[in-house]
Every structure is written in C-alpha cells, then in structure tokens.
C-alpha cells in the first residue's frame, strides 16, 4: 500500500490560516489547543515514511505559539 502525501501549506500564510481554523474549532473541554504542533520535515516523515530525510529545523509549539512565532518571522 503506498500512502499519498498532499501538501497543505507551502507558505507562512497557508500554515497561519490552517491554524487559525484549528485554533477556532477547538472549543470543548477535550481540547488540543494546548498540545504541541510539529510543523516541518519530521512531522511528514513521521506520517509518511518514504519522505525524504529531514535535513532542516523544525518547529514544536502550541498552535497559539505558532501562530505567534510565524506572525513574528
């Protein structure tokens, strides 16, 4: 079985608005909002094992932190 990858962002303005949607949909108790996010080659390679090998910096924060951080770069 080979899995199909899709890309769902390719810049800063695509990844902020994917989480500002997610940020905006967790509104229950059993909320994610404070749980880390991977966003970068180790998350896909996590997912999808035959994506290339990460050779890059990645970024690990709570959805609020990324939102901020990508505001700031």
């Known amino acids: 079985m080979i899995n199909k990858s899709y890309i769902l962002a390719t810049d800063a303005n695509d990844v902020l608005y994917a989480l500002k949607i997610i940020n905006n949909d967790e509104k229950d108790s059993t909320s994610l909002i404070d749980h880390p996010v991977l966003i970068g080659s180790r998350?896909?390679?996590w997912h999808i094992p035959?994506?290339?090998?990460?050779?890059?910096w990645d970024l690990m924060a709570t959805i609020p932190q990324s939102i901020s951080f990508i505001n700031i770069i």
């Open 43 to 45: 998350a896909a390679k």
């Open 50 to 56: 035959l994506f290339r090998d990460p050779n890059d």
